[in-house]
Every structure is written in C-alpha cells, then in structure tokens.
T-cell receptor, first 113, second 113 residues
Framework: EAGVAQSPRYKIIEKRQSVAFWCNPISGHATLYWYQQILGQGPKLLIQFQNNGVVDDSQLPKDRFSAERLKGVDSTLKIQPAKLEDSAVYLC???????????FGPGTRLLVL | DQQVKQNSPSLSVQEGRISILNCDYTNSMFDYFLWYKKYPAEGPTFLISISSIKDKNEDGRFTVFLNKSAKHLSLHIVPSQPGDSAVYFCAAWGQTGANNLFFGTGTRLTVIP
C-alpha cells in the first residue's frame, strides 16, 4: 500500500511570495489533515477534511492560508503572502475515518527568507 | 496552551537497556493516546496507542502505560536498539469538540551501541 505522498519536499521563498503544497493521501482514506510543525514543537493541526468537506479549520490563519480538496482525494495547501514565521515543515496525514490512526507523509520543509 | 507535554527534550540510553519516555496531559476529556516515532526528513509514523479504558498496552518491545488520575502516560522500550534512535511524539485526542489530535513537543531518544 502506497503511503501519503507530498511535494515538493523542500521550498525556499522570500517573504510576501506565494507557495503551494500538494498531498496525495493513502487510497481509500476519507479524512485528510494538514499540520504545521515549527522547529522544536510538535505538529499542530491546520485543517481537517472529511472527503471534500472541511471538518475543522479553526487553527488555519485564513487571511493568508487556504486549502482545498476538491474531488475528495488530493489536497493543496497555499500560503499567500508568506511571512517569516511560516517557516516550518508542513505535514499531510490521512486516515480511514475520523479518530482513526493517522498516517503521515514525509512533509514539505518551507523556509521563508 | 500546550495540552500535551513532554518535559524531557532528549534521552540517551545504552543498547539493551530500557528506555522510558514520559508524557503529561492537562485535558481530562482526552480518551485516546498515541505514540509516534519520527526519523529525520520523514513524517511521524504510528507506533502504539492506548484507550483510556485501559492502563497498559503492549506490542513487542513497546509498552505504553496510562495513569489517568495523574494524567500521565509513558512509553517503555525494552530492550532498546540503536534503530530506535528517533524523536518520539506523544499525542492525544478525545471529546474536546474538535476531534483534533494534540501533539507534545517530542523527546529525542538516542540509543548508544
């Protein structure tokens, strides 16, 4: 069974630029999550999808972050414009359903200069 | 506010000995706890979990203990192997309204050959 795929693996941008991350979950997993992991901290949930609907986006800075999962499979997370404090690893995870074991992708490491 | 805490950022153990990683939580509504293991440049991988109706769960060399009255859980690895060297995250979820998974800040385990 293929794992969660993410791209790109690394991205360096300047502040105020835009960036997008892509995630392909494990086949058949209905729930998809985006986490932000700042250096020295644990992952923090940004947004949770159930199929193509948003379950929880209370921690998503909506003035600059957006995410979509249009067909209930792949998802993209966008930051526009980026700030220095957005430098982090962005992790995508998926699970069969809510409150089931989450499987993580390798993450995208973002550096904002 | 950090609802799941791992107060030891690092731990070193000799190969063959027991590793004990600790985790405390503050939210009494949490009812399911997980441990994830993370190697550099990879996403966290699920290791073991425990429901709040149990006080112990064992899987091979890994055992998780839960003390609900103290809001404390621990992960025991016996015997420790060099391949266990990684960052270990404690995580919790429950009937907190958002059904989110809350992570601790992680403990870096180094197993010395």
């Amino acid at each position: 069974e293929a794992g969660v795929a993410q791209s790109p693996r690394y991205k360096i941008i300047e502040k105020r630029q835009s960036v997008a991350f892509w995630c392909n979950p494990i086949s058949g997993h209905a729930t998809l999550y985006w986490y932000q992991q700042i250096l020295g901290q644990g992952p923090k949930l940004l947004i949770q999808f159930q199929n193509n609907g948003v379950v929880d986006d209370s921690q998503l800075p909506k003035d600059r972050f957006s995410a979509e999962r249009l067909k209930g499979v792949d998802s993209t997370l966008k930051i526009q414009p980026a700030k220095l404090e957005d430098s982090a690893v962005y992790l995508c995870a998926s699970s069969r359903g809510r409150q089931e074991t989450q499987y993580f992708g390798p993450g995208t490491r973002l550096l904002v200069l | 506010d950090q609802q799941v805490k791992q107060n030891s950022p690092s731990l070193s153990v000799q190969e063959g000995r027991i590793s004990i990683l600790n985790c405390d939580y503050t939210n009494s509504m949490f009812d399911y706890f997980l441990w994830y293991k993370k190697y550099p440049a990879e996403g966290p991988t699920f290791l073991i979990s425990i429901s709040s109706i149990k006080d112990k769960n064992e899987d091979g060399r890994f055992t998780v203990f839960l003390n609900k009255s103290a809001k404390h859980l621990s992960l025991h690895i016996v015997p420790s192997q060099p391949g266990d060297s990684a960052v270990y995250f404690c995580a919790a979820w429950g009937q907190t309204g958002a059904n989110n998974l809350f992570f601790g800040t992680g403990t870096r385990l180094t197993v010395i050959p």
